[in-house]
């Protein structure tokens, strides 16, 4: 019975990747790119890379094994921003170092994650609700409000997993800043709560040795801040747009593609042995 059901729901999931061409075309391609990016980690020894590529194709697989499993439908023009998104940030960003190559990679991917993630929020008030027309049944206000958290949950939620693995497996998920002045209390020798401000730093040594840049590093805050204030304005884009949606009666094509609603039709699966 339990080798019945998972065969059946991984033919659940192969259906559900190959429902639309173009998405389908995409993964495969970006699929084929990872599998390539894994053997040339093998090659290189490099196998921190290569499990990497193992995560990265397991996060592509994830759009289908939620449509499957929630009966979810993903428009095709969201499915295929989120395989490009989930290799834009695992492959481009971390093993081709975009993250530090181009400094505005990082703030792009958070700028369309909080714009999507508000997308997904927005729905889900459709999508946690029997009656498919409850959301026009209720203050655009609202649903515009729901987007906006929850966009910037997943946002605080996407930073905490950062923190957790820099803490616990000693990498720089949240990347470095190098800044020029400090502002700390802890440096002030009374104890008292009076701040000490050092201006102009232009070089710094640890344990004796000089560092070799041109000012202190800030470890993290000023990245996480700044992951959080530009997924704050993706949440705040969508969540206007999704008020004159909610509130107007003429709905744009463009922006139904970026919704999920529920399936309507379901696939029929073979119990068959």
């Not at 196998?47 to 995560?55: A, D, H, N, P, V």
């Not at 020029?180 to 209390?185: E, G, L």
Request: aromatic share 14%.
């Amino acid at each position: 019975m339990l080798k019945t059901r998972v065969k059946n729901y991984r033919n659940d999931i192969n259906n559900e990747l190959k429902e639309n061409k173009n998405s389908f075309i995409v993964f495969s391609i970006l699929r084929a790119l990872v599998i390539f990016a894994g053997v040339r980690s093998l090659l290189r020894s490099d196998y921190e890379s290569f499990y990497l590529c193992i995560l990265t194709i397991l996060l592509l697989l994830l759009p289908s094994i939620i449509k499957a499993h929630f009966r979810i439908e993903l428009p095709q023009t969201l499915e295929i921003i989120i395989y490009c998104f989930i290799f834009s940030a695992e492959i481009l960003g971390e093993l081709d170092s975009f993250y530090t190559l181009i400094p505005i990679w990082d703030t792009v991917l958070h700028t369309i994650n909080g714009f999507l993630a508000a997308a997904i929020g927005y729905s889900m008030v459709i999508l946690l609700n029997n009656d498919n027309k409850v959301a026009f049944n209720l203050s655009p206000l609202y649903l515009s409000l729901v987007a906006f958290c929850f966009s910037m949950t997943i946002g605080v939620l996407w930073e905490f997993g950062e923190f957790f693995l820099d803490v616990f497996f000693n990498i720089d998920a949240q990347k470095d800043t190098i800044i020029h002045n400090i502002n700390s209390v802890l440096l002030n020798p009374t104890g008292l709560n009076d701040v000490v401000r050092i201006y102009n730093i232009d070089s710094v040594a640890v344990n004796g040795v000089d560092l070799g840049i041109n000012g202190y590093l800030d470890i993290g805050l000023l990245d996480t801040m700044n992951d959080l204030f530009v997924n704050f304005i993706g949440a705040v884009l969508f969540s206007i747009y999704g008020y004159y949606y909610a509130k107007s009666n003429i709905r744009p094509e463009m922006f139904e593609q970026l919704l999920p609603t529920k399936k309507k039709l379901y696939y029929k699966l073979n119990t068959k042995e």
